[in-house]
């Protein structure tokens, strides 16, 4: 009886331990930005049943959603729901299924389904960071490192190797990972030696609960890997020429007269210009390099003033052909270290002149740059800016009002500029009164016509708001105001309408009209995220209503012009491709060509005061240009085929560049003669 009942507590510990073991104890993530948290990641598993809650607030803003997936005896998903709302509050309601031979899936994005003899691994649209691992685990699996999924496309994994994150007792080996084909551009992602996701390192960090003081390790961890990464890429992508460079059979597109000229050939040297000159039937000397420019058009650089600059975007920006940025906000000791790479020339990208971002301490705070508690903590990270050669402060949403008239004096006092957002409870007006050099975003300034004084713009409502715009009067009295202001003031505009127009047109299942000459070129995980909806659209007439209010938002930009404000094209975006739109909607405005050019060109090089070297091609100026096939200035689409790119006298193609981040290029490079051997 005895030894029955020892047998029975034996069978009965053995079975309880095998149900933990098919039973994965719940895993907490944090989500993190500059350091604070601002979101979570809740995992629950029992078997091979996983539900999932995630959620995060930045800026007033973030996606929320929860999952619930059944895997197969492979770890392949063969049913997955996720629910909730997306970035900006778009809903999302996705759902794949395998069963009875026959896997379907639809998504904010796309719907299908497919006969196979067991489920394929399916991509979610909207699915939380965790899932990176799930794809992560399958890739790497294959012999190849490679992995085809659906909807379509393919996933790859390279491992970068083995590192050890944290100190002492709470270090944590785990091995690291390059993750394609999911998003614009590969994800690192770091597993633990059971295979277990341990953290994405992105522009936020997700990592495991309890090693949140392991923040600045990973983020220095991310820049090492991926920097090793971009390097080996500068040196394949970045072509320097000891010798002269002759460009032939080119026509030079002149900001000052609004038009191109003659036929010519361009020569620089070590970086700058040195001869413009009609073209003609003499040869090209043997110890040049030739490029051929087969009748293209030489724009100098092209300007994005709104950038948040990250180790990719150099390259979406050369091979846009932008080789000057103005970031808005950033890490500061990130954007320190990636503006000292690019300048040695060992990373890819364009000039970065920084503003210093300073916001208010609220729940809805955005993690960049400086969260001062106090106006006297404020000032001083004013001149911590000064000291380090920042263009101009720019002040953010949860910014007590009343601190930004001693801000700007001080920023002025110091040779800065004051430019930013409208703070929460506040006006465009009252900001431009304190002293607002430029006032940042287009909804910024017009939100100032649309709200009331007790509304929060600190959330999405910055956006939705924007639908009130359709019944706009531009010529009443309070858009009037506003616009004599600014003249009284010279204060401008950084209009980012490229993004306005993503966020408030962008629809289910659609390929948006912003996107729409590059989207098919992009690798299929971004190609679906961008066919979605930022906001929710309830009916035909909600829809019809955002579409008339953006286009008062276009009138509006065709308006400042002709009151002679100042406009900065800026896209809030990283890949290029936006300020590309950017300028197409400012001709959309009422602008020709040509006038877009010139301010994205020579004006925005003068506002920077940078106009000596930059802005124009033209003998003795920096060599920052690209070529184009046929006239940008009479034909702004012309942008989108962009044959070769110039960066301080160093020659990139967009086609190598584009290959880099698995984009199907646009054009082929212009034929290149090298100098003959003495």
Known sequence: MKSSRIILAIVAFIALGSARAAEAPSVRYTVMANGETVGRLDVERRRREIRIDYAVNDNGRGPAVKETLSLDER???????????????????????????????????????????????????????????????????????????????????????????????????????????????????????????????????????????????????????LRRQLEAIQQRVAHRHDAPVRIRRVRVFDPVAGRTGEPSSVVFFRGRITTIEPESDAPTPPDQVEIDGEGGTLVAGLHDMHSHSNLWSGLFYLAAGVTSVRDMGNENDFLAGLMQGIDAGVLTGPHIIPSGFIEGRTPYSARLGFIPDTLQEALADVHWYADRGYLQIKTYNSLDPDWLAPL???????????????????????????????????????????????????????????????????????????????KSKAAGLDTTISIVEQLMLSRAGAVPENAAAYLDHMPIGYQRYRRRSYVNIRDAAEDARYRAAFDKVVETIGLLHREGIALWPGTDDTIGFSLHRELELYVKAGLTPAEALRIATLDCDRHLGRDQLHGSIARGKAADFFLVPGDPSRDITALHRIRMVVKDGVVYFPAELHAALGIRPFATPPSVRLPSAR
């Open 408 to 486: 700007a004096a001080e920023a002025h006092a110091l040779g800065l500029r004051a430019v930013g957002h409208v703070p929460a409870f506040t006006t465009p007006d009252r900001m431009l009164e304190a002293g607002y050099d430029e006032v940042t975003h287009v909804n910024q300034l017009m939100l100032g016509w649309l709200l009331d004084p007790d509304e929060d713009t600190r959330s999405p409502l910055r956006l939705t708001a924007m639908a009130r715009a359709a019944d706009l009067d531009l010529a009443g009295p309070r858009v009037r105001h506003t616009i004599d202001l600014m």
């Open 75 to 225: 770890g392949v998903p063969i049913a997955w729901t996720i629910e909730g709302h997306s970035l900006m509050g778009g809903a999302v309601d996705e759902k794949m299924s395998f069963a009875g031979g026959v896997q379907r899936w639809h998504s904010q994005a796309d719907q299908g389904e497919l006969s196979l003899p067991r489920a394929k691994l399916y991509v979610g649209n909207d699915a939380s960071p965790w899932a990176l691992g799930l794809y992560l685990r399958q890739a790497k699996s294959s012999p190849s490192g490679a992995i085809d999924v659906l909807p379509a496309g393919q996933l790859t994994a390279e491992r970068l190797g083995d590192v050890t994150v944290g100190q002492g007792a709470a270090a944590t080996p785990v091995q690291a990972w390059l993750l394609a084909g999911v998003a614009r551009t590969p994800q690192l992602v770091l597993l633990d030696q059971d295979g277990e996701l341990h953290a994405v390192l992105e522009d936020s960090i997700v990592v495991r609960a309890g090693h949140e003081g392991d923040y600045a390790d990973l983020k220095k961890l991310a820049d090492s890997l």
